[in-house]
């Protein structure tokens, strides 16, 4: 991992997705991620596998401190008798409901539209609103990104770092139909939220 940009970071989520062998690794309990002799809090998924079942990407998400321009080298061990000890700290809640999932103090409509259903910090709650993505047509009409018959899956459910992912199509003018993807990360070393369509 380098620091390119000259500033410190402290706590600084990183995501990585790195190649396995065919048949190296059946499952994701048998991983570990090290620097140096210390073992570093990570959270890792099967992000596909193979045909015959074992993973073929991992995605591994940790948070990490350097310097100014520092680099730092990590080892993924992973196989029989390798099992991971290291705690996430503050983890990332996920509760899942009916029409709405809640990451932390931010809570997501299941259809995108609204995209963010409230936000509480401290005492403060940020009340519902219209929000998300719209579509501007060559017209000047606005047609919201999402709604019924949008499809919800949670990618990475945390505690170190969640994706989620939202799709469908939004209906045009003259039948037109405009496939999207929306895709919400939160790490939970910092209070922000990247939304990208």
């Not at 099967?46 to 993973?55: K, L, T």
């Not at 997501?108 to 509480?120: C, D, I, M, N, R």
């Amino acid at each position: 991992v380098a620091e390119t940009t000259g500033i410190r970071r402290n706590f600084y989520p990183i995501n990585a997705c790195v190649p396995v062998p065919t048949g190296a690794l059946s499952g994701t309990d048998e991983v570990r991620l090290m620097r140096g002799d210390e073992e570093v809090a990570a959270q890792v998924a099967a992000a596909s596998r193979w045909p015959d079942g074992s993973v073929q990407w991992l995605t591994v998400d940790f948070n990490a401190s350097f310097g100014p321009e520092e680099t730092q080298s990590y080892r993924l061990e992973y196989g029989p008798g390798v099992s991971a000890r290291g705690e996430p700290g503050r983890g990332l809640s996920l509760v899942e409901e009916t029409d709405a999932i809640q990451v932390g103090r931010v809570r997501f409509g299941k259809t995108a539209a609204p995209l963010v259903g409230s936000v509480t910090y401290r005492d403060e709650a940020i009340a519902p609103g219209r929000n998300g993505f719209v579509v501007e047509d060559a017209g000047g009409t606005a047609h919201a990104v999402g709604g019924d018959g949008t499809r919800f899956e949670i990618i990475r459910g945390g505690p170190l770092y969640v994706e989620l992912r939202y799709s469908g199509e939004v209906a045009l003018g003259d039948g037109v139909r405009l496939p999207f993807v929306v895709t919400v990360e939160m790490p939970n070393s910092k209070s922000w939220v990247k939304a990208t369509a």
